[in-house]
């Protein structure tokens, strides 16, 4: 604690004191306004700096502020077009990968709301059947063994076409359309309905054009093979 001498009988006195403990005479206390004032100067100095730090660093935090809040707007959009792709991509692989690939001579079954039947894609071959005006074209026959287990329509009671479960495109994916006439192929019979409860081969004609030389054959968006035309 600082203290002040009384001038009068040399008694130290506490700095706030006015009057001297010891004679009572009033104390020369202008050190101890010096002392304020000197402190008081401090204080201020002290806070014109602070307000000075302040004032420069205010564009930085303020730059800073709003830096990080368009990050974290960027970043959630980026997030959320980032989800809504995936989500595009997973439904579109969702649906190629439902569509499993099978090779030339594997049977699969196929469930419809008409009943159920399997299929086995054999071969498929050029034939001779195109005799249109336009030279570049061609008759290509999807031969398949069919076996109806009980697929039955009303509206086609004769049996099981299995053409209409089928698609079928080139090697440059051009795709192949039915071809409405034909005739007995042998082994293979061409635009033969398969009744309920029997199996048979069936010769499916397609026109191709005279640049396919391989197809694939989607059955029921369930299955695909591709092979060659012999």
Same mark, same amino acid.
């Given at each position: 604690m600082s203290y002040i001498k009384c001038e009068n009988c040399g008694v130290e006195n506490e700095?706030?004191? #006015?009057?001297?403990k010891n004679c009572g005479k009033k104390i020369n206390n202008k050190d101890k306004h010096?002392?304020?004032?000197?402190?008081?100067? $401090?204080? #201020?100095?002290v806070l014109l700096i602070g307000i000075l730090v302040v004032f420069i660093s205010a564009p930085f935090i303020i730059g800073m502020f709003i830096e990080n809040n368009l990050s974290k707007t960027s970043s959630e959009n980026t997030s959320s077009n980032t989800t809504q792709a995936t989500d595009y991509i997973t439904d579109e692989?969702?649906?190629?990968?439902? #569509?499993?690939? #099978?090779? $030339?001579?594997?049977?699969?079954?196929i469930n419809t709301d008409n009943g159920d039947f399997e299929i086995k894609i054999d071969n498929i071959k050029k034939s001779d059947w195109y005799?249109?005006?336009?030279k570049d074209c061609f008759v290509g026959l999807v031969e398949c063994e069919v076996n109806n287990i009980n697929f039955y329509d009303e509206w086609n009671p004769d049996g099981l076409w299995p053409g209409q479960y089928l698609v079928v495109t080139?090697?440059?994916?051009?795709?192949?359309d039915d071809?409405?006439?034909g005739g007995d192929d042998g082994e293979y019979h061409a635009l033969e309905q398969v009744p309920k409860g029997t199996r048979s081969k069936v010769a499916i004609p397609y026109v191709f054009t005279k640049n396919s030389k391989s197809a694939k054959i989607n059955i029921n968006d369930k299955y695909y093979v591709t092979l060659d035309i012999k």
């Open positions: 700095l706030d004191a #006015i009057f001297c010096t002392i304020k004032s000197g402190t008081l100067v $401090v204080s #201020i100095g692989e969702k649906t190629s990968t439902s #569509i499993k690939k #099978i090779k $030339v001579d594997d049977t699969v079954k005799n249109g005006s336009d080139d090697q440059n994916n051009y795709l192949a071809w409405n006439t």
